[in-house]
Every structure is written in C-alpha cells, then in structure tokens.
C-alpha cells in the first residue's frame, strides 16, 4: 500500500456541487498538507494541519475547507464548486524533526464543468 | 514577481548529456533548498536538499546553492530516460511547513 492514499485518483462534477477529496497516511507523520497544483504554477499550500487539533489557512484556502478526522485522515472539501478550481490536488506529509522530505500522494484530478 | 522563478521548458536533451536545472529566487532568507521530480501522474518526491551554500552530491545528481546570486542548480550526469519527468524546486526559511514552489521544469532525455 502507497504511504499516502488519495481518493478518488480522478473525478468530474458539476459547477455548485460538494466535494470531499480524502487522504490517508501510513507514514505517522502529525504534519498533513493540502496542495493543488496548475500548469506554470507550481504548487500552491491551500491548509494545513500540525495535529489532529490544529487547522491553518495556506496561501489560497478561499472556497475550500478542511477536516482532520484523525493522524491519519485529512479531507478536503468544496463546498460549492467553480470552474477554476479545476486543478491537480495533492495531499502531504511530513516529519519536521526529519529531512525536507514531504510524502506526497498520487494526486486527485478534479474537472469541474 | 513570484519569489521563485524556475523556466517550465520543456527541456530536451540527449541521453548521456548533461543536465542543468535552475532556479533563482529573491527572497534572501530561505536557507533550505530542494529538488523534486515529478513524473507524469505521480506526486512529487524529494531528490536532494541542501542547507544554506554549497554542493551536494548523491550519485548522478549534484546540487549547488549561491545564496549571493540567490540561485540554485541541479546538475544531472549521464542523463537517462528514466529521468524524464518534471523537476520541481523549493524552498523554506526553515519552518518546514511553508515551501514555497517553483513552478517547474519538464526535462525530457532523448534516447
């Protein structure tokens, strides 16, 4: 199994529609991120979280929100979707005590038409 | 002006070339510097980090770090197919939550 799982890999849903995109872990890391990712973008921090009881707002949390059901779940949600949140989501972990090295899941492709 | 500024490409080399990636940024109080690569529908995974100036070397693939010119390479030898796939590179002034992303650079290797 990956260390990081995301669900769904892909999905297609309409303009004003609720979406929940989630992530679990394997690796024990407290730290979980939320990126989406645009071409000539780069990656772009939409929250985050550093334990189960903390939430913060990345550079562009607007229209989105999060859940931390436990270590190893993070969701994401859009409460109502919008075209240009057309995007490549990613989820995250990482151990501050260790390397730079973020553990990125496989990525959720999400078209909203 | 993005505080990191990475050329998308595409890039395309021959297989056994050298490679050079690049990044410059402005923000002077970044002091850890990483290099991802990205292949098509995968996330992103740490190749290299560094902290502060200086080389670092891990097999074919050497990072340097000039923190005066406040620019940053990645150095690929004998290049292979395999290493086709897009390289990101990022940065941090050492909170570790908070990189900030190059928008990276598609590298392709011909064989």
């Known amino acids: 199994d990956a260390d990081v799982t995301q669900t769904p890999r892909n999905r297609i849903t309409k303009t004003g529609k609720r979406i929940m995109l989630e992530c679990s872990q394997t690796?024990?890391?407290?730290?979980m991120y939320w990126y989406r990712q645009d071409p000539g973008l780069g990656l772009r921090l939409i929250y985050y979280?550093?334990?189960?009881?903390?939430?913060n707002k990345g550079e562009i949390s607007d229209g989105y929100s999060v859940s931390r059901q436990a270590q190893a779940k993070f969701s994401l949600s859009l409460e109502s979707a919008i075209p240009n949140q057309t995007a490549l989501y990613f989820c995250?972990?990482?151990?501050?005590?260790?390397?730079?090295?973020?553990?990125f899941g496989s990525g959720t492709r999400l078209t909203i038409v | 002006q993005k505080e990191v500024e990475q050329d998308p490409g595409p890039l395309s080399v021959p297989e056994g070339a050298i490679v050079s990636l690049n990044c410059t940024y402005s923000?002077?109080?970044?002091?850890?510097f990483m290099w991802y690569r990205q292949y098509s529908r995968k996330g992103p995974e740490l190749l290299m980090y560094?902290?502060s100036s200086g080389n670092k070397e891990d097999g074919r693939f050497t990072a340097q770090v000039d923190k005066s010119s406040k620019y940053i390479s990645l150095f690929i030898r004998d290049s292979q197919p395999s290493d086709s796939a897009t390289y990101l590179c990022?940065?941090?002034?050492?909170?570790?939550?908070?990189?900030?992303w190059g928008a990276g650079t598609k590298l392709i290797i011909k064989p």
């Open positions: 995250a972990t990482s151990d501050p005590t260790g390397d730079y090295g973020y553990t």
């Open positions: 690796k024990g890391h407290d730290r």
């Open positions: 979280s550093f334990d189960v009881k903390d939430i």
């Open positions: 923000n002077s109080a970044f002091q850890y």
């Open positions: 560094t902290y």
């Open positions: 990022a940065m941090d002034r050492g909170s570790n939550y908070q990189l900030i």
